[in-house]
């Protein structure tokens, strides 16, 4: 299937983890411009990611870690001052970005892509691939 899931291997999980290979093969394959795209726990462990193998020397541990320290810092700098919800942290460097958006409740998705994205369409897409990750997860 191409995608990593680090849960247990019981029937609901394995479940779990094909519903969620299909919500991140079809968001990838709408924006070419995607270089990865991964499932993070809140607690900041990896849980699927696309391709199964990160480009470059990327460690999709680190990633994960990285990615929910990002989202809890973006959640507290928003409710510190009182800016209301957190819709997504987008981050921007020289040759592209780094999006995270809240998953439900235990999850945050993040998306690498390069600077050719239309961020219009990779925030509606990548909303609505959160909001179905977040439903599998419960």
Known sequence: MG???????????????KEIV??????????????FASVVSLE????????????GDLDDVRIAAMTAAILSLGERAVMETGKGEMNRILVEGKDGYLISVQSGTKA?????????????LIFLDMKQAAKKIGEILG
Do not use: C
Request: hydrophobic share 45%; proline share 11%.
């Open 108 to 120: 945050v998705l993040t998306a690498s892509a390069n600077r050719s994205v239309k961020l219009g």
């Open 44 to 55: 900041g462990l990896p849980i699927s990611s696309w391709p199964p193998k990160l480009p």
């Open 22 to 35: 299909e919500v991140l093969e079809a968001f990838v394959s709408k924006l070419p411009a995607i270089d």
């Open 3 to 17: 995608v990593r899931m680090y849960i247990p291997d019981s029937d609901a999980d394995l479940q779990m983890h």
